[in-house]
């Protein structure tokens, strides 16, 4: 599928999904995530792509994160995805909701048993005294779910970008680069085209 022939972000994004996790090294499901706080300050950090399907674009997360807390405060995000090896990047942004519990809980059931410990362990984006408190609090953890399933904490759930805006940016010879446009307009896109 090219740039010209598109007619919705959807397709497109797999397509270039699947050439990025050929051609790049390390995490092609990465995305760097700006959310807004209650006081309209923003802030940017990298998160890593979990599910695509036709309403939005999925990632998980501690939502007493400084990120739960401000799509909590402003459920509004970007995201950018940038593929250095492919000269490709795409951005989305949108409004964001939470998954359901069922999808939080079947994609943490996927998760391994360390980063399911760990997601009970961190208090993620709060000061911590040492490194030694954090690793206390895991093995404790390791033992009280010893021999049994660790079940999704309360606090770590999933989010969904309802993308109403999608760029996809194609790097171009003398940087007259090739950017194509997703614009939502009721339950269709509208395809546009910018300027280098």
């Known amino acids: ?13 797999r397509t270039w999904m699947q050439e990025a996790e050929a051609a790049e090294v390390n995490d092609a499901n990465a995305m760097a995530l700006a959310t807004v706080d209650a006081a309209g300050r923003p802030t940017v950090r990298a998160v890593l792509l979990k599910g695509l399907d036709e309403r939005g674009f999925v990632f998980y997360g501690n939502t007493e994160s400084r990120k739960g807390t401000n799509l909590a405060a402003r459920p509004v995000a970007c995201a950018n995805f940038h593929w250095k090896s492919l000269r490709r990047q795409v951005r989305i942004e949108g409004a964001v909701e939470p998954v359901t519990p069922a999808e939080a809980d079947a994609y943490f059931a996927t998760r391994p048993r360390g980063s399911q410990i760990g997601a009970w362990a961190s208090q993620q984006s709060r000061p911590l005294d040492s490194r030694a408190t954090l690793e206390a609090r895991i093995a404790d953890l390791e033992r009280q779910y010893e021999g049994r399933d660790v079940p999704r904490p309360p606090h770590w759930s999933g989010y969904r970008i309802l993308p109403d805006y999608v760029e996809f940016w194609q790097d171009g010879q003398f940087r007259l680069h090739d950017r194509i446009t997703f614009r939502r307009e009721g339950p269709g896109w509208v395809v546009g085209r910018l300027y280098p």
């Open 1 to 13: 599928m090219s740039l010209d022939t598109a007619t919705e972000p959807f397709s497109l994004f």
